[in-house]
């Protein structure tokens, strides 16, 4: 028996002694937590505080309820699946991506025309409500059944100098880079990860379990001179990819002697 003798709603604290109990390795990763009477025994609290606790926890994302099985403590695994976000090119010039040819799409791709927002007016350096061919794809990674909403956004502009991409603007990001350097341009990129609460949905769309953070990667494909010409962003569920980059040394600029 484990008496609860500490400020705020009982719930609470029977939250936070479960929650000790499972950090302190008594209820360890993947173990079944006891049964809700077992719990209103062991706190001697009513059903309806423990449900709350554990309805808590769940949002916490200490634990995971399974219904018809029971509350499990959730385990730190390791994802099951590594994203490699090179970018590489063949003999012939072709971009290819790592990772790219093993996603399958779930279902037909979708295309449609948008505005800037003010997060993806930043990324291309264009003004709120600029014009853009969006490209919204769901990805099914057919090893591990992981899922990734992708989309790739296109300026206006930029589609109307390169005429194919504004008449098949939902072609795969390597084909889309293969046009653009067809055109002329010497391709770079920059890419940034923030993890987030999910969407519903995106919770929905990517199964992701309760209180599991998102991972958002944009891309940004600069031309020649600097300038954005496409944006892509991959959301995927945080418990299932981890991200893996190749990374190298820039060379110093040559500092310039004094005569």
Same mark, same amino acid.
């Given at each position: ?21 499972? !950090? ?24 309806? /505080?423990? $449900?709350?606790?554990?309805?808590? *926890? ?26 490699? $976000? ?14 790219? &040819? +093993? ?10 025309? =948008?505005?800037? =927002?003010? &997060? /993806?007016?930043? !990324? *291309? ?10 490209? #919204? ?10 899922? +990734?909403?992708?989309? /790739? ?10 005429? !194919? ?17 067809? #055109? ?5 990129? %920059?890419? %940034? ?11 929905? =769309? !990517? ?17 020649? &001179? ?32 004094? /005569?």
């Amino acid at each position: 028996m484990s008496e609860i003798q500490r400020p705020g709603a009982l719930y609470q604290q029977v939250a936070a002694a479960i929650r000790e109990a499972i !950090l302190s390795g008594e209820f360890p990763p993947g173990s079944l937590l006891p049964s809700e009477a077992q719990l209103m025994a062991r706190y001697e609290v009513s059903r309806p /505080t423990v $449900r709350n606790a554990v309805a808590a *926890l769940r949002a916490e994302g200490l634990i995971d309820v399974r219904h018809g099985k029971g509350s499990f403590v959730r385990a730190g695994e390791t994802p099951v699946l590594t994203v490699e $976000r090179r970018i590489s090119r063949t003999t012939e010039g072709k971009f290819v991506m790592p990772n790219g &040819d +093993a996603w399958q799409e779930a279902e037909e791709p979708s295309t449609y025309r =948008t505005r800037t =927002t003010k &997060d /993806t007016g930043r !990324l *291309l350096q264009l003004n709120e409500e600029e014009a853009l061919f969006g490209c #919204d794809r769901l990805l099914v990674d057919p090893s591990t059944g992981t899922r +990734a909403m992708h989309r /790739t956004l296109i300026p206006f502009e930029v589609a109307e100098t390169v005429p !194919l991409l504004a008449e098949q603007p939902c072609k795969r990001p390597g084909a889309i880079y293969w046009l653009l350097a067809q #055109d002329g341009h010497k391709l770079t990129w %920059t890419e %940034t990860v923030r993890a987030r609460m999910p969407l519903p949905d995106e919770r929905t =769309t !990517l199964r992701l379990p309760d209180a599991t953070p998102v991972l958002h990667v944009a891309r940004t494909a600069h031309g020649t &001179d600097g300038r954005p010409l496409l944006l892509e962003e991959l959301r995927i569920g945080a418990d299932r990819a981890e991200l893996a980059y190749t990374m190298t040394a820039d060379k110093q600029p040559t500092r310039r002697s004094r /005569t």
